[in-house]
Protein backbone atom coordinates (compact mmCIF):
# COMPACT_ATOMS: atom_id res chain seq x y z
CA UNK A 1 0.00 0.00 0.00
CA UNK A 2 1.33 3.74 -0.81
CA UNK A 3 0.96 6.05 1.97
CA UNK A 4 -1.34 8.91 2.13
CA UNK A 5 0.03 11.83 0.29
CA UNK A 6 -1.13 15.66 0.91
CA UNK A 7 -4.77 16.57 -0.64
CA UNK A 8 -4.76 16.65 -4.04
CA UNK A 9 -6.18 20.21 -5.94
CA UNK A 10 -9.45 19.50 -8.21
CA UNK A 11 -11.31 16.37 -9.30
CA UNK A 12 -10.37 13.59 -11.61
CA UNK A 13 -12.96 11.18 -13.86
CA UNK A 14 -12.40 7.55 -13.95
CA UNK A 15 -15.01 5.94 -16.68
CA UNK A 16 -15.97 2.10 -16.06
CA UNK A 17 -15.34 2.35 -12.31
CA UNK A 18 -16.82 -1.14 -11.63
CA UNK A 19 -13.93 -2.72 -14.20
CA UNK A 20 -10.77 -4.61 -13.10
CA UNK A 21 -8.51 -1.76 -13.74
CA UNK A 22 -10.70 1.30 -13.04
CA UNK A 23 -11.79 -0.10 -9.69
CA UNK A 24 -7.67 -0.55 -8.80
CA UNK A 25 -7.19 3.18 -10.02
CA UNK A 26 -9.96 4.60 -8.24
CA UNK A 27 -8.24 3.05 -4.86
CA UNK A 28 -4.81 4.59 -5.72
CA UNK A 29 -5.93 8.20 -6.35
CA UNK A 30 -8.09 8.07 -3.19
CA UNK A 31 -4.88 7.20 -1.74
CA UNK A 32 -2.72 9.76 -3.94
CA UNK A 33 -5.52 12.00 -2.07
CA UNK A 34 -7.64 13.24 -4.96
CA UNK A 35 -11.25 13.61 -5.52
CA UNK A 36 -12.66 11.11 -7.82
CA UNK A 37 -15.55 11.11 -9.91
CA UNK A 38 -15.82 8.04 -11.86
CA UNK A 39 -19.02 6.33 -14.29
CA UNK A 40 -20.73 3.38 -13.77
CA UNK A 41 -23.18 1.45 -16.36
CA UNK A 42 -25.85 0.75 -13.37
CA UNK A 43 -27.88 2.94 -11.84
CA UNK A 44 -26.50 3.45 -8.20
CA UNK A 45 -29.80 3.90 -6.73
CA UNK A 46 -30.43 -0.01 -7.87
CA UNK A 47 -29.10 -3.38 -6.06
CA UNK A 48 -26.32 -3.12 -7.85
CA UNK A 49 -23.58 -4.07 -5.56
CA UNK A 50 -20.81 -1.25 -5.64
CA UNK A 51 -19.84 -1.77 -1.96
CA UNK A 52 -16.06 -2.28 -2.90
CA UNK A 53 -16.11 0.95 -4.44
CA UNK A 54 -18.26 3.24 -2.02
CA UNK A 55 -16.29 1.31 1.08
CA UNK A 56 -12.82 2.29 0.11
CA UNK A 57 -10.87 4.60 2.31
CA UNK A 58 -11.40 7.65 1.21
CA UNK A 59 -14.21 7.26 -0.68
CA UNK A 60 -17.17 8.22 1.51
CA UNK A 61 -16.00 11.63 1.34
CA UNK A 62 -14.19 11.86 -1.96
CA UNK A 63 -15.99 9.80 -4.00
CA UNK A 64 -18.69 10.57 -6.45
CA UNK A 65 -20.63 8.12 -8.58
CA UNK A 66 -22.05 8.97 -12.08
CA UNK A 67 -24.29 6.53 -14.45
CA UNK A 68 -23.30 6.58 -17.89
CA UNK A 69 -23.22 4.77 -20.94
CA UNK A 70 -20.76 4.53 -24.13
CA UNK A 71 -23.99 3.77 -25.81
CA UNK A 72 -24.72 7.47 -24.84
CA UNK A 73 -21.52 9.86 -25.58
CA UNK A 74 -23.44 12.59 -23.94
CA UNK A 75 -23.86 11.10 -20.80
CA UNK A 76 -20.22 11.52 -19.56
CA UNK A 77 -20.38 15.02 -19.80
CA UNK A 78 -21.80 15.77 -15.77
CA UNK A 79 -18.76 13.42 -14.30
CA UNK A 80 -16.35 15.30 -16.00
CA UNK A 81 -17.49 18.73 -15.62
CA UNK A 82 -14.69 20.30 -13.63
CA UNK A 83 -12.24 18.10 -13.47
CA UNK A 84 -8.78 18.52 -14.12
CA UNK A 85 -7.83 15.32 -15.43
CA UNK A 86 -9.82 12.10 -17.37
CA UNK A 87 -9.09 7.82 -17.01
CA UNK A 88 -10.96 6.80 -19.99
CA UNK A 89 -10.52 3.11 -19.05
CA UNK A 90 -14.37 1.98 -19.88
CA UNK A 91 -14.68 -0.66 -22.88
CA UNK A 92 -17.20 -3.09 -23.39
CA UNK A 93 -16.13 -6.62 -22.89
CA UNK A 94 -19.23 -8.61 -23.78
CA UNK A 95 -18.25 -10.93 -26.74
CA UNK A 96 -21.45 -11.31 -28.47
CA UNK A 97 -21.04 -12.73 -31.94
CA UNK A 98 -24.06 -11.37 -33.19
CA UNK A 99 -23.19 -7.74 -33.13
CA UNK A 100 -21.14 -6.86 -35.99
CA UNK A 101 -17.33 -5.47 -36.34
CA UNK A 102 -18.48 -2.07 -38.11
CA UNK A 103 -21.41 -1.67 -34.47
CA UNK A 104 -19.47 -2.49 -31.35
CA UNK A 105 -16.65 -0.14 -33.44
CA UNK A 106 -19.11 3.10 -33.58
CA UNK A 107 -19.98 2.59 -30.28
CA UNK A 108 -16.81 2.71 -29.11
CA UNK A 109 -15.52 5.12 -30.92
CA UNK A 110 -18.42 7.11 -30.38
CA UNK A 111 -18.45 6.92 -26.89
CA UNK A 112 -14.64 8.11 -26.66
CA UNK A 113 -15.25 10.97 -28.96
CA UNK A 114 -18.45 11.90 -26.70
CA UNK A 115 -15.97 11.79 -23.48
CA UNK A 116 -12.99 13.52 -25.16
CA UNK A 117 -15.28 16.25 -26.51
CA UNK A 118 -17.07 16.54 -22.86
CA UNK A 119 -13.10 17.02 -21.62
CA UNK A 120 -12.68 19.85 -24.52
CA UNK A 121 -15.28 21.60 -23.65
CA UNK A 122 -14.95 21.69 -19.46
CA UNK A 123 -11.90 23.92 -19.82
CA UNK A 124 -10.36 22.82 -17.01
CA UNK A 125 -9.35 19.32 -17.42
CA UNK A 126 -5.19 19.70 -18.59
CA UNK A 127 -4.96 15.80 -19.94
CA UNK A 128 -6.64 12.49 -20.59
CA UNK A 129 -5.26 9.31 -20.19
CA UNK A 130 -6.41 6.71 -22.20
CA UNK A 131 -6.48 2.77 -21.51
CA UNK A 132 -5.56 1.29 -24.60
CA UNK A 133 -4.04 -2.16 -25.19
CA UNK A 134 -1.03 -4.15 -26.28
CA UNK A 135 -3.79 -5.58 -29.33
CA UNK A 136 -3.26 -1.95 -30.24
CA UNK A 137 0.55 -3.07 -30.99
CA UNK A 138 1.36 -7.04 -31.46
CA UNK A 139 -0.80 -7.91 -34.50
CA UNK A 140 1.17 -6.02 -37.14
CA UNK A 141 2.07 -8.59 -39.44
CA UNK A 142 6.12 -8.45 -39.06
CA UNK A 143 7.85 -10.70 -37.13
CA UNK A 144 9.99 -8.45 -34.42
CA UNK A 145 11.72 -9.73 -31.23
CA UNK A 146 10.96 -6.43 -29.59
CA UNK A 147 8.07 -4.21 -30.55
CA UNK A 148 7.77 -0.07 -29.13
CA UNK A 149 5.38 2.17 -29.86
CA UNK A 150 6.01 2.85 -33.29
CA UNK A 151 4.19 -0.71 -33.63
CA UNK A 152 0.55 -0.27 -34.70
CA UNK A 153 -1.80 -3.54 -35.17
CA UNK A 154 -2.69 -3.72 -38.89
CA UNK A 155 -6.60 -3.72 -38.76
CA UNK A 156 -6.54 -5.38 -42.06
CA UNK A 157 -4.43 -8.00 -41.35
CA UNK A 158 -6.23 -8.55 -37.92
CA UNK A 159 -9.62 -9.14 -40.50
CA UNK A 160 -7.38 -11.47 -42.52
CA UNK A 161 -6.86 -14.04 -40.20
CA UNK A 162 -9.73 -13.98 -38.63
CA UNK A 163 -8.45 -13.40 -35.08
CA UNK A 164 -10.02 -14.53 -31.73
CA UNK A 165 -12.20 -11.83 -30.86
CA UNK A 166 -11.11 -9.94 -33.58
CA UNK A 167 -13.37 -7.02 -33.12
CA UNK A 168 -12.11 -6.26 -29.79
CA UNK A 169 -8.67 -6.27 -31.40
CA UNK A 170 -9.81 -3.85 -34.00
CA UNK A 171 -11.82 -1.25 -32.25
CA UNK A 172 -8.95 -1.00 -29.18
CA UNK A 173 -6.82 -0.03 -32.24
CA UNK A 174 -9.23 2.58 -34.10
CA UNK A 175 -10.24 3.91 -30.52
CA UNK A 176 -6.35 4.79 -29.62
CA UNK A 177 -5.82 5.88 -33.00
CA UNK A 178 -8.66 8.37 -32.40
CA UNK A 179 -7.52 9.71 -28.90
CA UNK A 180 -4.33 10.77 -30.32
CA UNK A 181 -5.77 12.08 -33.30
CA UNK A 182 -8.24 14.35 -31.72
CA UNK A 183 -5.78 14.98 -29.24
CA UNK A 184 -3.83 16.59 -31.61
CA UNK A 185 -6.47 18.14 -33.71
CA UNK A 186 -8.10 19.98 -31.11
CA UNK A 187 -5.48 20.77 -29.03
CA UNK A 188 -6.10 18.24 -25.85
CA UNK A 189 -3.34 16.75 -23.79
CA UNK A 190 -4.23 13.20 -24.99
CA UNK A 191 -1.71 10.39 -23.57
CA UNK A 192 -2.74 6.64 -23.86
CA UNK A 193 -1.46 3.47 -21.82
CA UNK A 194 -0.63 0.41 -23.37
CA UNK A 195 -0.73 -2.77 -20.88
CA UNK A 196 -0.34 -6.56 -21.87
CA UNK A 197 -1.79 -8.90 -19.99
CA UNK A 198 -2.86 -7.27 -16.84
CA UNK A 199 -3.19 -9.65 -13.47
CA UNK A 200 -3.59 -9.72 -9.98
CA UNK A 201 -6.19 -9.59 -7.36
CA UNK A 202 -9.53 -7.45 -7.87
CA UNK A 203 -11.89 -5.83 -5.80
CA UNK A 204 -15.12 -7.37 -7.85
CA UNK A 205 -17.22 -10.73 -7.30
CA UNK A 206 -16.22 -11.24 -11.26
CA UNK A 207 -13.43 -12.75 -11.99
CA UNK A 208 -11.77 -10.60 -14.83
CA UNK A 209 -11.11 -11.56 -18.00
CA UNK A 210 -7.80 -11.13 -18.34
CA UNK A 211 -7.18 -12.76 -14.66
CA UNK A 212 -9.18 -15.74 -16.26
CA UNK A 213 -7.34 -16.19 -19.29
CA UNK A 214 -3.76 -15.25 -17.26
CA UNK A 215 -4.78 -18.30 -14.74
CA UNK A 216 -5.85 -21.11 -18.02
CA UNK A 217 -2.98 -23.15 -16.64
CA UNK A 218 -4.55 -23.26 -13.42
CA UNK A 219 -8.52 -23.65 -14.44
CA UNK A 220 -7.55 -26.26 -17.47
CA UNK A 221 -8.73 -23.69 -19.73
CA UNK A 222 -6.73 -25.34 -22.57
CA UNK A 223 -8.29 -23.14 -25.24
CA UNK A 224 -6.59 -20.23 -24.14
CA UNK A 225 -3.16 -22.38 -23.90
CA UNK A 226 -2.07 -20.42 -27.22
CA UNK A 227 -2.33 -16.89 -25.38
CA UNK A 228 0.36 -18.33 -22.72
CA UNK A 229 2.57 -19.61 -25.21
CA UNK A 230 5.15 -16.50 -25.90
CA UNK A 231 3.54 -13.85 -23.64
CA UNK A 232 3.76 -10.64 -21.30
CA UNK A 233 2.03 -9.95 -17.75
CA UNK A 234 2.14 -6.93 -15.46
CA UNK A 235 0.66 -6.36 -12.20
CA UNK A 236 -2.78 -4.15 -12.02
CA UNK A 237 -1.54 -1.85 -8.99
CA UNK A 238 1.52 -1.44 -11.46
CA UNK A 239 -0.85 -0.57 -14.01
CA UNK A 240 -3.25 1.93 -12.18
CA UNK A 241 0.46 3.25 -10.58
CA UNK A 242 1.20 4.22 -14.32
CA UNK A 243 -1.89 6.07 -15.38
CA UNK A 244 -1.32 8.31 -12.57
CA UNK A 245 2.38 9.06 -13.22
CA UNK A 246 1.69 9.76 -16.80
CA UNK A 247 -1.42 12.05 -15.72
CA UNK A 248 1.29 13.88 -13.37
CA UNK A 249 4.77 13.41 -15.18
CA UNK A 250 4.89 16.94 -17.21
CA UNK A 251 6.46 15.89 -20.34
CA UNK A 252 4.13 12.95 -20.84
CA UNK A 253 3.89 12.63 -24.33
CA UNK A 254 1.94 9.39 -27.16
CA UNK A 255 2.31 6.33 -26.38
CA UNK A 256 3.28 4.28 -23.87
CA UNK A 257 3.46 0.51 -23.44
CA UNK A 258 3.19 -1.18 -19.86
CA UNK A 259 4.57 -4.61 -19.89
CA UNK A 260 6.69 -5.92 -16.70
CA UNK A 261 7.35 -9.56 -17.25
CA UNK A 262 7.75 -11.63 -20.58
CA UNK A 263 7.16 -15.39 -20.05
CA UNK A 264 6.66 -18.51 -22.38
CA UNK A 265 4.54 -21.31 -21.31
CA UNK A 266 6.86 -24.00 -20.81
CA UNK A 267 8.34 -21.58 -18.15
CA UNK A 268 5.14 -20.54 -16.44
CA UNK A 269 4.52 -24.10 -15.95
CA UNK A 270 7.41 -24.47 -14.21
CA UNK A 271 7.06 -21.68 -12.17
CA UNK A 272 3.20 -22.66 -11.45
CA UNK A 273 4.26 -26.00 -10.26
CA UNK A 274 6.94 -24.95 -7.83
CA UNK A 275 5.00 -22.13 -6.14
CA UNK A 276 1.57 -23.84 -6.40
CA UNK A 277 2.20 -27.78 -6.29
CA UNK A 278 -1.54 -28.23 -5.49
CA UNK A 279 -2.60 -27.58 -8.80
CA UNK A 280 -2.11 -29.96 -12.09
CA UNK A 281 -0.13 -28.24 -14.59
CA UNK A 282 -0.54 -30.61 -17.80
CA UNK A 283 2.12 -32.64 -19.61
CA UNK A 284 4.54 -31.07 -21.61
CA UNK A 285 4.19 -33.45 -24.48
CA UNK A 286 0.23 -31.89 -24.69
CA UNK A 287 1.60 -28.43 -25.05
CA UNK A 288 3.41 -29.15 -28.34
CA UNK A 289 1.91 -27.74 -31.63
CA UNK A 290 -0.09 -25.49 -30.24
CA UNK A 291 -0.36 -22.30 -32.52
CA UNK A 292 0.59 -19.14 -30.44
CA UNK A 293 -0.68 -15.73 -29.92
CA UNK A 294 2.44 -14.43 -29.54
CA UNK A 295 2.08 -11.25 -27.02
CA UNK A 296 5.42 -10.86 -26.06
CA UNK A 297 8.31 -9.18 -26.54
CA UNK A 298 6.84 -5.24 -26.04
CA UNK A 299 9.34 -3.03 -24.74
CA UNK A 300 8.10 -0.68 -21.73
CA UNK A 301 11.56 1.56 -21.97
CA UNK A 302 9.66 4.31 -23.24
CA UNK A 303 7.77 4.19 -19.46
CA UNK A 304 10.85 3.38 -17.67
CA UNK A 305 13.22 6.48 -19.08
CA UNK A 306 10.03 8.60 -18.41
CA UNK A 307 10.83 7.49 -14.76
CA UNK A 308 8.21 4.48 -13.67
CA UNK A 309 9.18 1.86 -11.70
CA UNK A 310 7.43 -1.54 -12.04
CA UNK A 311 6.64 -2.93 -8.54
CA UNK A 312 5.73 -6.46 -8.98
CA UNK A 313 6.52 -9.57 -10.32
CA UNK A 314 4.67 -12.74 -11.61
CA UNK A 315 5.12 -14.05 -7.84
CA UNK A 316 2.71 -11.21 -6.63
CA UNK A 317 0.15 -11.38 -9.75
CA UNK A 318 -0.50 -14.58 -9.07
CA UNK A 319 -0.45 -14.83 -5.53
CA UNK A 320 -3.17 -11.99 -5.39
CA UNK A 321 -5.30 -13.62 -7.96
CA UNK A 322 -5.42 -16.69 -6.57
CA UNK A 323 -6.11 -15.49 -2.98
CA UNK A 324 -8.86 -13.31 -4.30
CA UNK A 325 -10.45 -16.63 -6.58
CA UNK A 326 -9.93 -18.82 -3.55
CA UNK A 327 -12.09 -16.37 -1.36
CA UNK A 328 -14.66 -15.80 -4.43
CA UNK A 329 -15.20 -19.29 -4.80
CA UNK A 330 -13.57 -19.55 -8.40
CA UNK A 331 -10.96 -22.32 -7.05
Not at 124 to 148: C, E, H, P, Q
Request: charge should be negative; hydrophobic fraction near 40%; charged fraction near 25%.
Amino acid sequence: MIEMEDKKEGSVCVTGGEGFVASWLITRLLQHGYSVNTTIMTDPDTNEDISYLTNLPGASERLHIFTADLNMPDSFAPAIKGCIGVFHVAHPMEWDEKETEETKTKRVINGLLGILQASLDSKTVRRVVYTSSATSVVFNGKDLDIMDEECWTDVDYVRSLGVYRGSYVVNKTLAERAALEFGEKYGLDVVTLVPTWIHGPFFARRCPNSVRLSMALIFGYEENYKFLVSTSFVHVDDVARAHIYLFEYPEAKGRYICSAVDVTIDKLCEFLSARYPEYQMPNPDSLMGIQPVKLSGLSSRKLVEAGFTFRYGLEEMFDGAIQNCKEKGFL
